[in-house]
């Protein structure tokens, strides 16, 4: 998709997300902006084409299927963008998907493919506590991708966000579901959370590009508070029991070992166990006005659109 100089245009890796299929359509919502949206499979960009969007915004999306390895393949289609969004990144690894082909891997050979190409910034969603010398597996990967970014000519702006709650994604349901119990047993429920609304995320990355911010911010919702008060706060909207039972680290760090030992895909692992149990807690003032967002949606406006 040739790009002129009246139209923006975004290169979007790991479109098929929920974020990304977000952010497409709100790109897309500006008549002076198209999208080239990476995916995996044909069963992805399905997903994407399947879309709510009008013709007119039909015709300014393109949907490319490719391995994010794949530099060759990377470099051709980020011909003519402007900006790049890269969204790939598991909270799970496998046997089948390592953290370091997802985060590392993938970062590296988009990077290659846009230092041959017209593409002049760079937006990478990352996590909140992610850093090279983690003893999590997760936010160490992560963050040995965050210093990629930084290692190449491209202007990019790392933008790390605690857990994120949008409309039909699985963090809204696993919180709903937690909500409407009458009695959810949880893995040590004084753990800090602070979610973040993904409608604020998507203005964030759009902003990020937009501006070509070069440098890390570090995003969270409004509101901090523990994992047992949100799941009451949630439960307060949808008129469920929220009681929580809270149960030690160790025991669930123990199941996930376990799980790991004997499953080629487990239900979840130590490493994913960590990375939601580490405490959010952020100051998103230097980071909002950085990005020129004036206002985060409040936590109950948050929970009332996620959970009705």
Known sequence: MESTQETQTWLITGANGNLGKRLISEILSDDDSAVVAVVRSARAQHEIESLELNAEQVARL??????????????????????????????????????FDAHEASTSALLQALEHSTVKHLTYLSIVGSTPDSSNACLASKGRAEQLCHRHDIAA?????????????????ALRKRAQAGR???????????PIYAGDVVQAVIAAGTKEIDG?????GPEALSRRALTERAAAIVGGGGKVVSLPLGLG???????????????????MLEVL????????????????????????????AVLS
Not at 216 to 220: F, G, R, T, W
């Open 62 to 99: 393109e949907v490319k299927v490719l391995n994010y390895d794949d530099v060759a393949a990377l470099t051709e289609v980020a011909q003519g963008c402007d900006k790049a969004v890269h969204l790939v990144g598991i909270l799970k690894e496998t046997k089948m998907a390592s953290y």
């Open 277 to 304: 149990d580490h405490d959010d807690e952020v100051d998103p003032q230097a980071a909002c006005q950085a990005l020129g967002l004036d206002a985060l949606t409040p936590l109950d406006d948050m929970l009332k």
């Open 184 to 194: 959810s047993i949880t893995f040590r429920a004084d753990s800090i959370e602070q």
């Open 253 to 271: 760090l123990g199941m996930a070992g376990l799980f790991e030992t004997f499953m080629s895909n487990p239900p979840v692992t130590k490493a």
């Open 157 to 173: 702006c790392v933008l790390r966000v605690p857990m994120v709650l949008g409309e039909g994604d699985y963090a809204s349901f």
């Open 216 to 220: 890390d911010l570090n995003l969270a």
